[in-house]
Each structure stands twice: as structure tokens, then as C-alpha cells.
């Protein structure tokens, strides 16, 4: 089963899933920079992305906790979701997706000379 | 100065157990602003930096922690406190706050002096060859040894991802507020709806021009006699609560005249303002120990296996910040480096001094370090 995941960078990205799996964990474990602060603890808010419309009903309803988490993150709506959160099951085979910018972990910085 | 809130926002107060040194004056300001001294500087209280402190007090090493947040336990106290961990050897299951409560028990005897809601910011070097960190506040720490335990960065608060808002920082936006008085008479809207967010409601709401609170929805993450609070003010018409979210600012040189929004139903709508404090949360970023001039690998410190150290010499990097073949992310790996990184730390702060491996069970020497015999 895959996912298919659109970055902000417009890029799109078909990644092969495992049931079971948390879809934050195949984006990171495919290499895509997501933030995924809390390693999916549902503790932040750095892995929020809007899921297409026609896959909403076929996810499991956010908890209480997954809604007040969305508390941190940006340009929230009906399609917002903490990806850490939704687990992968055949039922999703296909699941579209677009990662929040909020979500996307930084460049890694330029090496910069110190004096020493 | 410090620019931002660094009240936890996720976490309730927990407050520290155990009175630690925490060389501020009355005012809050940092003492000895150019003079502390110490075997070993670290930067980062999380679970690793204080452990870290365990294993340099058996070798005899004194250490200083600096920490940008307000309290120690790092990810532990900022995103867990509540939370149950179940990989900790020994422990079948403990929160992250009673993790770094455990912790600062076990170091209390090593008396680690601690420099919290301080950002290590430069890193220099003394003419005979020390360590030199500057935070942000200014404090100096000089040391031989220098530790970054310092996780996934620099807790920081959430910038809201509305074109142009760096402009408008330090003049009408802010993530802090430091002196109440300044916001008198001026129209604020408070976004977000957390502890923050209506602890600052209730607190400004009285000597305000006006204020508007701005969440997505009518419920808040929040103690719930401040809610109540906030929910008085707003009948009484001191607080005027919309439902929405910040999407644009309006207004010219940083001053800040109307502050854009979009209800939950796709409306939009305008709020006329002069000051917008975003109360979103914190997100971690590695900051200034990016330019501290160490080999970086997609953020992270690449280390040595046998001492993790950097490739800077005097340097070590431990927990979750470091990098090596096999590295796994967990706490208990970050033990284990601070338990290696002391043995080599000693031979740079004592040269001429062979350190001897002993346990805990049954040496006296170590004992009497942890007081108990």
C-alpha cells in the first residue's frame, strides 16, 4: 500500500506504507524533511497536514487530545490532521495528503568559519 | 534580553524540587556577568545534560547547564511531562517530568549550578586555550570542556507563517511580554488558546486600549479558572473573543494598523490593532550552535564513538543532537555517551591526573561524592 504526499515545495511523493504504521513515520523514514518534533507522541504540532477531501471520511475521527494539539499549528481547517496520528490500514491504500510549511523541518544550516 | 515567552505552554508548572544555585540577582538579571568559571560548560537540561552531570561529578568535574528554557527536563518537561516513557532501563514506566525529577535527585549531590531561560548563543576562546559560551542575557561560562546536550535545538516560539510579520516584530508583534505597563491603551489581539495566550487575556485585558482574543474554536487548552476569567472579562466587554485565525497584517514601517483574519467558515474579517502577540506554542530550532563552527550533518553533530567528541577538540555532543553510525535517538543512548564522554572530559580538565574507573557499590570514594556514606 502507498501514500501519496504533495511537500510544500509543490513536489509530489508516492511512498510505499506499512500497516500499522503512523503516516509522520513513512514520511520520515522515507527521507521527506517533516518536523515530527514529539516522534508522534501527539505532543506538538509539527506534523500537521491537510488530507484530501475525498479520503476524510475513511480516517478515524481525531481524539480530543489530537484536536487540542491543533491548537499550534496554522491555517487549520476541516482537513487538518496531525499525520502522526492516523495509522496506516488497508482502508487508506492510496491516503493523499499536503504537508503543512509549518511542518517542514529546516535546511540544515551553511557551514560558517570560527575563529578559534 | 530574552524576545520571548518562555512560559511552558503545554505543560502545567511543575516547580523544581530542590533549590539550586541560580546566580540572578533581584531584578533576574545573571550575576557575575563576565566571571563564571567551571570544569565542564553544558549546554541543554534535558535528561542527557543532566545525567551528564551524574557522570562528571563521579570524576570530580564540576559543571555549569545552561538551558533556554525556564526549568530543567528539555523535550521531557516542554513535550512530555505527562506523558508515560516505557524504554528507560529499570523504570517499566515513568512521565517525562517524573524522569527529570529523578534526575535531579540523583545529580543533587554533585550541586550543578544551572543558568535557566539562557540561549547559548557565541562561542569564543580564552587566551590559554578555555571555552568561552556567551547566552543571550550576556552571561560568560569559561570552562576547558564544553558539552552540547542540547537535543533537537532551542525551544522557540512558533512564528506565524503570515507574510511579512518579521517587520512588524519588536514594534507591534511580540512573543514576550516583559513589562506590562507598555501595553497600556494599546489595541492588542492575543492569538492562540493556550495557558499563554488567556493568562496574557486576563492579565492585559484591564489597562488595554482594547482587546481581542483570536482562537479557531470556543474551547482552550487552558487552566480552566483562567477561561472562566477570561469568559467574566468578555461579558463585562473588556475582552471581545473571535473565532478565527490570523492570516495577514495591515499596516506600514512595522506599525501595525489592522490585523487580517479567516473564520472557521471561510468568511474572512479584519480586526483594527496596533500590537498582535501570536501565543502558538514552541518549536525547536538549532540556533546560534550552528555558527559555533563545528561539523554539521543535516543539523546534527557528528561525533567520535569512543569519547563523543566532536571534531573540535575539548568539544563533545551527546543525546539526541549527535550523530554516528547506528545512532538511535533514545535517552538511554545519550546515558551511555555521557557516561564515556566524562572519562575523556576528565583527561582534558585534569591532564596530569590518571582517573580511576570505580562503582558506585563499592567504592567509598564515590560514596562519600554521593554523599551517602
New interface residues.
Given amino acids: 500500500m502507498f501514500v501519496v504526499v504533495r511537500m510544500p515545495d509543490g513536489s509530489s511523493h508516492r511512498l510505499e506504507a506499512l500497516e500499522g504504521w503512523r503516516v509522520m513515520e513513512v514520511i520520515r523514514d522515507w527521507g521527506l524533511p517533516i518536523?515530527a518534533?514529539?516522534?508522534g507522541?501527539c505532543?506538538?504540532?509539527?506534523c500537521h497536514v491537510w488530507v484530501d477531501a475525498k479520503w476524510l471520511p475513511k480516517l478515524t475521527a481525531p481524539t480530543h487530545e489530537e484536536?487540542?494539539m491543533l491548537?499550534?499549528?496554522?491555517?487549520?481547517?476541516e482537513r487538518s490532521r496531525l499525520c502522526c496520528q492516523i495509522i496506516m490500514s488497508p482502508e487508506l491504500d492510496g491516503l493523499e495528503l499536503e504537508l503543512a510549511?509549518?511542518s517542514l523541518?529546516?535546511a540544515?544550516?551553511a557551514?560558517?568559519?570560527?575563529?578559534? | 534580553m530574552l524576545l520571548f515567552d518562555l512560559k511552558p505552554y503545554q505543560a502545567e508548572w511543575i516547580s523544581i524540587k530542590f533549590a539550586y544555585q541560580t546566580r540572578r540577582d533581584v531584578t533576574g538579571k545573571p550575576m557575575a556577568a563576565n566571571g563564571s568559571t567551571t570544569d565542564v560548560i553544558i549546554i541543554g537540561a534535558g535528561p542527557v545534560g543532566l545525567f551528564a552531570v551524574f557522570q562528571l561529578g563521579l570524576a570530580k568535574l564540576k559543571a555549569h547547564v545552561a538551558d533556554i528554557l525556564d526549568r530543567p527536563g528539555g523535550q521531557c518537561a516542554e513535550l512530555y511531562p505527562e506523558k508515560p516513557i516505557y524504554d528507560i532501563p529499570g523504570l517499566p514506566v515513568c512521565t517525562g517530568q517524573e524522569l527529570t525529577d529523578r534526575l535531579l535527585e540523583q545529580i543533587r549531590p554533585f550541586e550543578p549550578v544551572f543558568h535557566f531561560g539562557e540561549m547559548a548563543a557565541a562561542l569564543g576562546k580564552t587566551e590559554h586555550g578555555q571555552w568561552q559560551l556567551t547566552t543571550d542575557t550576556g552571561l560568560i561560562i569559561t570552562a576547558p570542556v564544553l558539552v552540547i546536550a542540547a537535543g533537537g535545538g532551542s525551544f522557540v516560539p512558533k512564528r506565524p507563517p503570515i507574510p511579512g510579520i518579521e517587520g512588524y516584530e519588536g514594534k507591534s508583534v511580540f512573543y514576550a511580554v516583559r513589562r506590562i505597563e507598555e501595553f497600556r491603551g494599546r489595541h492588542i489581539v492575543i492569538a492562540g488558546g493556550g495557558d499563554s495566550a488567556l493568562d496574557w487575556t486576563v492579565n492585559l485585558a484591564p489597562i488595554a486600549g482594547s482587546l481581542t482574543l483570536l482562537h479557531r474554536r470556543p474551547d482552550f487548552r487552558a487552566a480552566p479558572a483562567t477561561v472562566s476569567k477570561m469568559r467574566e472579562l468578555e461579558a463585562e466587554g473588556l475582552v471581545r473573543f473571535e473565532l478565527g485565525q490570523p492570516v495577514g497584517l495591515k499596516g506600514a514601517d512595522g506599525k501595525l494598523e489592522a490585523m487580517a483574519i479567516k473564520r472557521m467558515d471561510g468568511s474572512t474579517g479584519e480586526i483594527a490593532a496596533d500590537t498582535l502577540l501570536p501565543f502558538f506554542g514552541l518549536t525547536m530550532k538549532l540556533g546560534p550552535i550552528a555558527n559555533f563552527g563545528l561539523n554539521l550533518n543535516e543539523n546534527l553533530i557528528p561525533v567520535d564513538t569512543e569519547k563523543f567528541e566532536t571534531g573540535t577538540k575539548g568539544i563533545f555532543a551527546i543525546g539526541d543532537i549527535n550523530t554516528y553510525p547506528g545512532k538511535l535517538k533514545l535517552i538511554l543512548s545519550g546515558f551511555h555517551e555521557a557516561a564515556l564522554m566524562a572519562q575523556a572530559a576528565h583527561r582534558y580538565v585534569h591532564p596530569d591526573k590518571p582517573l580511576r574507573f570505580q562503582y558506585t557499590t563499592s567504592s567509598s570514594e564515590l560514596q562519600r561524592l554521593l554523599k551517602v556514606a
Fill in positions: 518536523k518534533e514529539c516522534g507522541a505532543a506538538c504540532a509539527t484536536l487540542e491548537d499550534g499549528a496554522f491555517h487549520v481547517d510549511p509549518e523541518a529546516d540544515p544550516p557551514r560558517l568559519a570560527v575563529g578559534g
